[in-house]
């Protein structure tokens, strides 16, 4: 019988460890740089490891952004 692995993304939203990503599905989290810096939201999705995590952020008002890993903080 042949083993399926779950991709990264998969682990990810079952809410497992994913090396190098910082960031869990609803973390909330504030944008530090770029053309939306200070903007506030929640991690909606992990959409990219490469050339580093990115993430899909939900901000009210704004809707979704699309965001690196380097550019955001958690806040508390």
Known sequence: MR???RGA????LAGD????VSF???DAVRVTGGEHDGARGTIALLIALSPEP????AVAGRGDLRVRQRQ???DD
């Open 3 to 5: 083993r399926v692995t």
């Open 9 to 12: 993304g998969d682990r990810w």
């Open 17 to 20: 460890a994913v090396p190098g």
């Open 24 to 26: 869990a599905l609803h």
């Open 54 to 57: 990115s993430y899909l952020v």
């Open 72 to 74: 955001l903080r958690a």
